[in-house]
């Protein structure tokens, strides 16, 4: 179990910092706060949660709400602000105050770098998890071999069962199902195939 005896330091540090304003306590409890900062014209609130291990667990810090910036990477859709980076992370967890302080400025400027596009490269490296995040993204059936290269491909839908499917020509979905599109079963739509360094999408109109 921590010691919070560091507690009303770390409450008054955020405070006297110009990191966050109109600090305020969640439920009556001061081990969850929520405040503002400015992130470039932009004013939003974080949530601050210290855990029952703290400081030997890092702050946790949420967006509220989760897309008060957009759709930027390192924030899901509960806020929570990814801001900790394994590699190279050194925090005193002698010194919960500084501590808190310093992850809350990791929060902040993963925040700016997404608002700003800083960071943007990092929806490639990581697009499986922010694939997932998009709320009408689609899967589909691929029968076509994948490729190097930007392609152009042909997307069909099923209207009766909702299945979509991936080819390199209507003949090969034709194929694939084993007769013609009779009685206009599928809807067909141009793609755009595009292979990324960790996924592959398909952009469809």
């Not at 490729?147 to 099923?158: G, L, M, P, R």
Request: with cysteine; glycine share 6%; net charge negative.
């Amino acid at each position: 179990m921590s010691d919070f005896r560091w507690l009303d330091e770390i409450l008054i540090g955020l405070q006297d910092s110009d990191l966050i304003h109109n600090l305020h306590p969640l439920q009556g409890t001061k081990l969850t706060v929520e405040g503002q900062v400015w992130i470039e014209a932009h004013k939003v609130t974080i949530r601050i949660a210290l855990g029952p291990r703290f400081p030997l667990q890092l702050p946790k810090f949420f967006l509220r709400p989760w897309d008060a910036l957009g759709f930027i990477p390192h924030v899901d859709t509960t806020g929570t602000i990814c801001f900790a980076d394994p590699e190279g992370l050194l925090f005193d967890r002698r010194k919960p105050v500084s501590l808190t302080l310093e992850a809350l400025q990791r929060a902040i400027q993963v925040l700016k770098d997404g608002a700003t596009g800083a960071n943007k490269k990092d929806f490639v490296e990581e697009f499986d998890s922010h694939w997932r995040r998009i709320e009408d993204a689609k899967q589909a059936i691929s029968i076509f071999a994948p490729k190097d290269e930007i392609c152009q491909v042909i997307v069909a839908s099923d209207k009766a069962t909702g299945a979509m499917y991936v080819a390199d020509s209507e003949s090969n979905i034709n194929n694939f199902y084993g007769r013609q599109n009779r009685h206009g079963q599928l809807t067909i739509e141009n793609g755009l195939y595009i292979q990324t360094a960790s996924a592959r999408e398909i952009h469809h109109r």
